[in-house]
């Protein structure tokens, strides 16, 4: 059996995206196409993001790379479609306070939902870059930027 | 299979003693999360053995002082052991004269000063600089800066499938307008070994002389420069269990001599007035500054250290334990091995599908099992082999068979997770 830090980031929702992620696809009639890439451990990703005025119609990401920046890219589909831009932002900030393990004691698990599963990330400070990889790019295109995102 | 494993086994226990070697580097007295240290990062960088952790302590206690100007004991002393190291290194890799010997910061930049003083004297524009598809960055970006400052070409020579250099098509990319050929020994992402001494032979048959990468291939087999008969051959202390930033470019003396200094400074000159700089004789006219002095010294200790080891036995018995590891780690279902050189040099590098080497790294490292994982600074071989990364363990003289066992233990530990 694995260490329990393993199973804290190897989370079975983290392991089920990495298998079988969701809006894993290319989208012809995106507004804003981003690539975020991590050369060093080959983390290479596409978000597609469609919107409708303020509001986030429609997301959806291409790539390979390891099983943590995967499921992190396929649970934020998941969670940020149908939320306007500042929600978007709010929920970054929010996950990014959560890997690094400055997550505010306050913070229900309710309002993390299924983000919940990445906190386990915070116990290994190198990971970090891949679980945000997908966030950040996600923020570029919602920035509507156009050169490559890297987190590392 | 097996009981081929255990009488080469026995013959190797009798021979070379693991445990002895091993008592010699503290930091295997180190736990890494609660578990025995598997340090398989040597391609990265080795451990250091007692002596040369000792020598730093003692050039810093006892012996510190600048070196080749001071009147005084100290200095006189720190002049001779640094000088010492020189001698020592000449002797470990056979060439013919100390002045041959530049010591740089590693091999790193033992390749930038080739190309900022031979490359910046010799390659104009419109002439070429050969690589091959194996090498480590440091061997590409150099040669990939000179040709774009002065308007050369760079070539490079393919592999095939197992990692192998293709020494034909080498060959034939020799031409008239080759001013450099830059090849590594033993490749850092797949342990392939290249015929160097077949390659040099082609090479200076079109006149053209070679720059040879040696980090990955000095920690394993024992060199011969004059038998080679490269042009420069460079490598760094820190891969060969000696402390980090020091390293040596050898170059053959006539060479030395044409080439113009690398940077200006202090120790490089003989004399200074604002009209003109007489510069100092080779090797000084190279290591302009106060060079690494402690690091230095410290490497002597490595380099008496790898010279009392019996070679033969230490690369039949390095031998002996990457073939285990090979044959064990290609046994796990999933597993792919990429680097299939028919000769290869300490290095297993492998993927296992619908896994991220990244993610077999996070859980080996649970387990204390130091692997490297990524592109190993070399991109090229990444995508000539289609993949983003791979895992990396790489081995050295303290590496054990119980070790693999505990890697592969490690790699079915992944599979459970990932099931």
Redesign the interface.
Known sequence: ???D??RS??QEII?DHNKNPRNFRKMPDADYVLEGYN??????YTIYLKMNGDVVADVSFEG?????SKASASVMSTVVKGKTKQHVHELFDLFHNLVTGKHARDVSLEELGKLAAFAGVSE?P??VK?ASLAWHTLRGALDQRKETVTTE | MAVTAAIGTSRLARAFDVDAVRSEFPIFATRVRGKRLVYLDNAATTQKPRAVIDALRRYYEEENANIHRGVHYLSERATDLYEKTREQVRRFIGAGDTREIVFVRGATEGINLVAATFGGANVRAGDEVLITAMEHHSNIVPWQMLCEQVGAKLRVAPINDAGELLVDELSNLLNARTKLLAITHVSNALGSVNPMKDVVSIAHSAGVPVVVDGAQAVPHLRINVRELDCDFYTFSSHKMYGPTGIGVLYGKLDLLNTMPPYQGGGDMIKSVTFEKTIFNDVPYKFEAGTPNIADGIAFGAALEYLSSLDWPMVTFYEQELLQYATEQVKEIEGVRIVGTARDKAGVLSFVMEGVHPHDIGTILDQEGIAVRTGHHCAQPVMQRFGIPATVRASFGIYNTKEEVDVLVRGLHRVKEVFN
Request: glycine content about 8%; proline content about 4%; some cysteine.
């Open positions: 059996m694995a260490t830090e393993l980031l190897y392991l050369p060093l451990c080959g983390d290479h390979a790379g390891c099983a943590i290994f190198v990971r891949c």
